[in-house]
């Protein structure tokens, strides 16, 4: 089945680290996603990953893979005021034929305090 | 990546009228998807338009109820139609990176409210 679940708030100090967790379920998932969504916007890719990676860091972002567990994390180091919004992980898939299609978390506030 | 332009950025409509969402991007993608995204809740995938061929639904949506068009590889249009104010949600465009499977974009989305 098709399911990804988040937690719905994390709140951390300006200048701590973030992490945001993410599980799926689809065990053919083959890239999964981190998306930021500020407050009236659309969507912003951060960053994604393939499945047979298990780390992948860019800048103040790292981003883990556990497969065996389905466990998929965000870390932000050095948060800062402006990371705060919501956070999305997508996993895509292939539901059968040539399309694959993105299945989205239910989100996670981030609150930045400064 | 792709710039996508989606517009009218938000409408504010009556119960019983349909309104048509455009989505331009300046590149020229096989696939391009639309999703809604309820009040406080994540993205639903509405269908999936290649162009030349119809859109290809996900359950719970039909094609009476969100038509969808495809002229080319650069342009795509969802309707909402006969609304009702369950409609009212933020309705995204997003396309892939061509020949990948990753960098997917999204537009800005459209915010529609139905009175």
């Known amino acids: 089945g098709e399911d990804v679940e988040q937690s719905l708030f994390l709140s951390v100090r300006e200048g701590d680290s973030s992490v945001i967790n993410c599980t799926y379920t689809?065990?053919?998932?083959?890239?999964l996603y981190w998306y930021k969504q500020e407050p009236g916007a659309g969507l912003q890719l951060l960053t994604y990953?393939?499945?047979?990676?298990d780390m992948k860091q860019d800048q103040r972002l790292t981003v883990l893979l556990n497969k065996k567990d389905k466990h998929l994390s965000l870390r932000i180091a050095d948060t800062q005021t402006g990371d705060s919004a919501i956070y999305f992980c997508a996993e895509s898939i292939y539901p059968g034929g040539a399309t694959n299609k993105l299945i989205f978390g239910t989100g996670t506030l981030l609150a930045v305090q400064p | 990546s792709a710039v996508i332009s989606q517009k009218p950025s938000r409408d504010i409509c009556q119960r019983g009228t349909s309104l048509t969402i455009q989505c331009q991007v300046d590149s020229q993608v096989t696939m391009m998807f639309w999703y809604r995204q309820q009040p406080g809740q994540s993205l639903t995938l509405i269908a999936t338009?290649?162009?030349?061929?119809?859109?290809?639904?996900e359950s719970g949506f039909v094609i009476d109820k969100f038509p969808i068009s495809r002229p080319n590889l650069t342009f795509s249009t969802l309707t909402v139609s006969n609304m009702s104010p369950e409609d009212s949600s933020i309705y995204l465009c997003?396309?892939?990176?061509?020949?990948?499977?990753?960098?997917?974009?999204f537009g800005s989305g459209t915010r529609l409210t139905v009175v």
């Open positions: 990953i393939f499945s047979n990676m």
């Open positions: 338009a290649n162009q030349g061929s119809e859109a290809t639904y």
């Open positions: 997003s396309v892939g990176r061509d020949g990948t499977h990753y960098g997917y974009t």
């Open positions: 689809d065990s053919s998932s083959t890239y």
